[in-house]
């Protein structure tokens, strides 16, 4: 594994190109450069205030919306936009990349991302492809809203394919391992099924139940706001999240989240007429079988209130 | 307003008895001992179970499984057991409660709830009603995982009628905030159309897509549980709840909650066909009304990272 040397400290990177400097794309920037992962660290967003706004923050070396001079020399370039700004970046950036860069993302759906990166990016012109997806985030977005801790002790998911080599594998999961996270393999079609279910379609849900409890004829918004404690709340932070990103998700994994949306409302159905009927043991065993598998999610340590508490700690910052 | 003196301290009530001793009702058990607001506080319970743990915590000075012995003496009765026991919990102890007693609960549906207490508990017999529901919890139940500051800044709301008097809405609002709630008061009507919307749809739907990810043909229960903190984690914090709790509530306030389902899947189902159509403009629309959203509830200091942090806590240690 090559290593760059900066004065005694090991460097994975010679120069990182960040592209999208928004909650992953800093936080992963704070991480390579607090932890001198590289030795030079670029940042390219088409967003000026962005821009601004990490440069401000000091989280990296180069800051640029030209992207011939991001790309210029990098060993590793990361796609941090949405993914549906992936296709575009990778063709007018594909002229200027320098051969062997090892090129991954953090898209949340990889069949699609690679494809359009692939497109542009591979093989034929010395790109490395090694797709990639750390789950991780808050419902906030914007470089000001990055730290650290973000991917600790979370998984990153790789989705290799015939554009990836070994040696690319191994550099971009020491990256994610860095950022303190657990790396796992699988394929990308692999990736878009088990996040359909995981992460697509429960973010879909709330972002549903938040429109219609406030489009309620007959309620008032302030109530609903006031009490909001009572659960709607833990909806609303869930469907605070960046429009742009969710937006494309569903565009983009569309046919997976279409199925589960149809398996969902089936459901949903079958409980409307527990309530209808009063089939309370039904409705019973359902409710227990949840409190299981909340069980399971907290014996997997997949719940932690000490990460939680960081978070929370970090809001409260936010929110001062 | 009557006060009790024991000691120096000026107590709120004589004998208080806590039907129930479960999340809510070990919650407040701890505030009536902690702040001394009560001389002898005796909890209720017919699970044995419950009780010994009660007695263990040593939140009380009376634990009893005998209704008789409970009510004795009492001069505040606060009904913290699941709704559906309301009504022959109320009918056993009417021919013992002191003439003058006053009758409050903590549930989440109050309209059922006030008519199962009042068919036995009423004025004909000298009970004086005032409805009640701190709007507070945590996933977790059982007397082991109540906390004193678990109501702290939460919103407790008050629902009295003809069978309450201004003196017993007083020392119920002074019981509450000296727990640090807010004390807020409506009909019983209103607040079991303001829940439905706010907490009753939100943990239907929790419990509903936890059901839905977790029963998926095709997929690896542990791979689901592994990646669960892509966001399905957060659902099933939600559907975690009280199972026997949840049954009762979604049967009690049945035709306000079947329309909102209705209300629900129309909004669903619209989105669905957003997708489907590739109408990413409506749905940004959506997911931007949806942040707006967010900013009103934590504007309106309804999310509160600090409390959550401090329920983290509670949440780390009893992980432990």
Known sequence: MRKFIKGEITML?????????????????RNLKEKKLVKTLAVYDKNQENLKKAKDL????????NIKEGVSEADVIIFATPVCAFGKLAKDMSSYVKEGVIITDVGSVKQYSLREIEKYLNKNNGSI??????????EKSGPENGFTSLFKGRWCILTPDENSTEEAIKRITEMWESCNMKVDIMTATHHDKVMAAVSHLPQLIAYSIVGTVADLE???????????AGGFRDFTRIAGSDPTMWRDIFLTNKQTVLELIQRFIEDLVALE??????????????FKRTQKIRKDVIEAKQDQPEHEKRIMEELQKQQV
């Open 13 to 29: 990177f010679n120069k990182a190109l960040i592209l999208g400097i928004g909650l992953i794309g800093s936080s992963l920037a």
């Open 273 to 286: 007429r527990n309530i209808r009927w009063d089939e309370g043991d039904k409705m019973f065993d359902l």
């Open 58 to 65: 000091d989280i990296a070396d180069i800051y640029t919306d």
């Open 218 to 228: 007959g309620y008032e918004h302030k109530e609903i706001i006031k009490y909001s």
């Open 129 to 138: 492809v090694v797709g990639g997806h750390p789950v991780a985030g808050t």
